[in-house]
């Protein structure tokens, strides 16, 4: 990736991190950079590319243990969520970003593919491995939107509370995956 093209990647972050996405524009980024918003569109031809560059650039593993690729389902799964759960609120409206995202790269598409691989090691179909990979990635997303939005009291539900009602309604989903193997 370029240089400029990171710069103004990095600077629609910290922007995203102070305004949330719905003051995110290509007009205050530019504002931000010091530049037309007609230069943005050089590195991203449109608001959309711009933030599904956001979602991989955040998404993409920077040298955090990865799950072994020969770890159960479960953990997998389990350890994928946490993450994308953590990434998502690091970032000020982080589940409201990830669901605009239109167009996943080869390493998003490798990482659904590879757990979809984990299942059906297990003895799962291949049918029946996507719709779970899919159920589990929309929990995730769906659990963390509702986080994010209702920007609770911490005092009412701390984060640990938080934590733990996210592990559970995680863990049910993958006592009906569990269900589902032979």
Known sequence: ????RTEVLRAAIELLDEVGI????????ASRLGVRAS???????????LLDAMVVHLSTPRGEARTPADAPWDEQLRRTAGSLRQLMLAHRDGARLMSTFHTPGPEAAAGFHDLVGALVAAGTTPDAAVTAVDTVLAYVNGHTLEEQARKTDASAWPGHRRDLAFDNGLELILTG??????
């Open 1 to 4: 990736m370029g240089e400029r």
């Open 22 to 29: 719905d003051g995110l524009t290509m007009r205050l980024l």
């Open 39 to 49: 230069a943005l569109y050089r590195h991203y031809p449109s608001k959309q590319a």
């Open 177 to 182: 995956i569990r269900a589902t193997l032979p």
